[in-house]
């Protein structure tokens, strides 16, 4: 019995585990995404050490007008996104001179408004190295089939308690049919002794008529 209950519960334990796994390694990306930020992964060292390359990043839209000197901005540029710091915002010519903190000079091209992504909000370090294996092709893949180990093993928990509630309800129905056997064996056998005992007493009183009338007929001789 014991396990037939241990079994179910390490399974669903698992499951569990492995569902929750699975959430909790989407959340950093699609949480932030819901409520309007882009999420990006660092993986240049030219803005270390205030982002690290592996860095996961949160960038909120923002208006190029209100990007003051200082901030951490993400833009479009050498075909990826890339996040340097705000040197210098030219409202005049629409621009802004960025630099990586880790670079000794500041970026050879001026960054136009029209690239601009947004303001950099938060960031988180190193995650983003982990994440990116999940949001590649093949790491799509292994979430799809971690996710449904988890769920096939939630599914196996569930079978395991039904065949256990199958067998408890069998064990319970033959417990209960040897109950009414026996009950019934009881009956029988009060029964029996209830007719012997009337036997014995039609017995009885049999012999004492006889008696009875042996001593009426000498009596009467």
Known sequence: MKGGKIAPALCNILGILILASVILTCVPIVVPRMIGYDVYNIISGSMEPSIPVGSLIYVEAAVPADIQEGEVIAYHGRGSTIAHRVVQNRLVEGEFVTKGDANPEEDLNAIPYTSLVGRVKYHIPWIG?????????????????????????????GRLRSRARERRREEEGNQKAEEKQEEEGNRQAAERRKEEGNRQ???????????????RREESE
């Open 129 to 157: 190295s982990f994440l990116a294996i999940y949001t590649s092709a093949v790491g799509r893949l292994y979430v799809i089939c971690f996710a449904a180990c988890g769920a096939m093993f939630n599914m196996l928990a």
């Open 201 to 215: 007493t039609a017995e009885k009183q049999e012999e004492e008529g006889n008696r009875q009338t042996a001593e």
